[in-house]
């Protein structure tokens, strides 16, 4: 992937050893060539490094971008330094921009209902209504990333299933209950998915297939899809999007007192500490409550 040796060992080893997706190489692969615009990767001391910070900050780049960089320069040189190609790790010390914390967008209950609702409504013709109510009903119901959601096996789902296994990120699986009214749009969805399919002379292994059924129904297709369900549903269309809905499961969950590990796990999050970003989704929540429902609060 990189002309330089030393950059190239450093990918094999995380797609070897971490399963690292090809995004997540990639990204790497441009922050450190990036870097090498700068300075000499083999040689370069921490000044240099200070150096190409204070560069990207002068360029613009978000506080985001340049932590990122940085995380990828740290990993690279405490991998060049495992491996005795450098006596030292000039990184190691150095401390990125700190990020701001952005608490995720999310629905009210009522307003996911109202999604729901409009998304059974959504379509040409009762093919496209099916998938449709299917899509939102099993984000909903799951948490599941979107593209979790839209590459989702045909086998993961037969037998009318409880649960559903999810294959997330680095290949790490999870189990996932299905509502109610989940496995009923499912039921709907697969019973006109066969017919259509048939109908067309088609096999897919997908669950939600594309025209020809040898692909998936992308994620680009279900992003546009929500913010056209939103906007007929008379939300404010630019700050929902499919993630929208796996934060309103996360956060609903809490509120209605589901446990922080039990939502961790159903979102396949790595880290608790990801995971703990919904409580302070509550706390605005609970605040604004305050302000607005208290007798105290309001001005004399």
Wanted: include cysteine.
């Amino acid at each position: 992937m990189s002309p330089h040796p030393w950059i190239s060992a450093f990918l094999d080893v995380l797609r070897a050893e971490r399963d690292a997706a090809d995004n997540t190489l990639l990204g790497y692969h441009r922050d450190l060539i990036d870097f090498t615009r700068s300075a000499n990767i083999e040689t370069a001391q921490t000044n240099d490094i200070t150096s190409y910070l204070l560069e990207l900050q002068a360029r613009g780049l978000a506080v985001s971008t340049r932590a990122r960089r940085l995380s990828s320069i740290r990993q690279f040189y405490t991998f060049a330094f495992q491996e005795g190609w450098r006596p030292d790790n000039p990184a190691a010390r150095l401390k990125g921009p700190k990020r701001q914390k952005h608490l995720p967008g999310t629905l009210s209950e009522s307003e996911v209902k109202s999604l729901l609702d409009t998304a059974a409504r959504t379509g040409k013709t009762g093919l496209l209504r099916a998938r449709n109510i299917c899509l939102f009903e099993l984000l909903y119901a799951t948490g599941m990333r979107v593209s979790e959601l839209v590459s989702l096996p045909l086998a993961a789902v037969l037998g009318d299933p409880r649960m559903i296994l999810v294959r997330g990120k680095g290949g790490g699986e999870r189990m996932v209950p299905l509502s109610h009214p989940a496995r009923d749009a499912l039921a709907a969805w697969l019973a006109a998915r066969a017919t259509w399919l048939t109908e067309q002379g088609w096999q897919s292994r997908f669950l939600f297939p594309a025209k020809n059924g040898a692909a998936h129904f992308s994620r680009v297709q279900f992003f546009t899809l929500v913010k056209n369900v939103a906007a007929k549903a008379g939300l404010e269309a630019a700050g929902i999007s499919p993630h929208t809905l796996r934060h309103a499961f996360a956060t609903h969950l809490l509120a209605n007192g589901a446990d922080l590990r039990a939502i961790q796990m159903l979102l396949g999050h790595a880290d608790i500490a990801t995971t703990e970003i919904y409580t302070h989704v509550l706390d605005e929540r609970l605040k604004a409550l305050v302000l607005e429902k208290h007798p105290l609060s309001k001005p004399l």
